[in-house]
DNA sequence: CAGAATCCGTGGGGATACTG
DNA sequence: CAGTATCCCCACGGATTCTG
């Protein structure tokens, strides 16, 4: 049995506007994350994404699939249910993100203390 | 003297929804890799990106000043001008935007499969 | 030259309610 | 369980026109 999804897995915060990358639509990277130990079901997912609507979580889901980083399987037995994975397109995704997020960590305060110091100024000019 | 942009610099589907992968809004990328060799005027951005409309080209380089990864700079002579360059900050994005670039290209044939596979199913099902 | 102002259409994202 | 249906809002991008 895998382990289920953390609730707390992303914190408020995330996505941050102040992450100038992105992967996909605005929740895919986090899909992406969830599903990086294995498959993982719709009800799964809304777990660590409890922010997401049902309808949006399949938009992001959906658009995975048509890129074909992800694959969805439809299990009708008597519980019936859907999985979502990762495909070996989807898996080597992961790679560029790593490195994304590597420097998104690195410059986290860079870009913290540059949108301050923009938006004081523009606000000084405003009042000024 | 810098050499002038080449107004083919990009093609027409460039930036293409097929690329999962995006750097700030949707010109930033491109925004930075005309600034990748020097200083530029807005004039001289224009050239490439001369499907952007200036409110938008402006909308793009404010942001990216926002964000601390390029400076603006005004020369207040007698032929008035400004030039937007990279700053460090802008600059050291250039190591993952080549490593998402490398991912995209890599594995273009496959998105651009997997997208139409899937919208071929689609049109399918919605026929039949 | 380097934008600003204005208007506008589209669509992405969200809230809520409902269903095979 | 895994979505769909509907409605809504507003932010993004574009066209056009105007300006310090």
């Given at each position: 049995?895998?382990?289920p999804?953390?609730?707390?897995m992303f914190?408020e915060?995330?996505?941050?506007?102040?992450?100038?990358?992105?992967?996909?639509?605005?929740?895919?990277a986090l899909?992406?994350?969830?599903l990086?130990?294995?498959?993982?079901r719709f009800?799964?997912?809304?777990?660590?994404l409890?922010?997401?609507?049902?309808?949006?979580?399949?938009?992001s889901?959906?658009s995975?699939?048509?890129?074909?980083l992800?694959?969805?399987?439809v299990?009708?037995?008597?519980?019936p249910?859907?999985?979502?994975?990762?495909?070996?397109?989807?898996?080597s995704?992961?790679e560029p993100?790593?490195?994304a997020?590597a420097?998104v960590?690195?410059?986290?305060?860079?870009?913290l203390?540059?949108?301050e110091?923009?938006?004081?100024a523009a606000?000084?000019?405003?009042?000024?």
């Amino acid at each position: 049995m895998r382990r289920p999804l953390p609730a707390d897995m992303f914190d408020e915060l995330c996505p941050s506007s102040l992450n100038p990358i992105r992967f996909g639509d605005k929740w895919a990277a986090l899909v992406i994350r969830c599903l990086e130990d294995g498959p993982r079901r719709f009800s799964e997912l809304r777990v660590p994404l409890s922010r997401v609507t049902p309808k949006v979580l399949t938009q992001s889901l959906r658009s995975l699939e048509r890129d074909g980083l992800v694959k969805r399987t439809v299990y009708a037995e008597a519980a019936p249910h859907v999985e979502y994975e990762l495909t070996p397109l989807g898996r080597s995704m992961l790679e560029p993100m790593a490195v994304a997020c590597a420097w998104v960590e690195q410059h986290w305060d860079e870009l913290l203390d540059a949108r301050e110091a923009y938006d004081d100024a523009a606000r000084l000019h405003q009042a000024g």
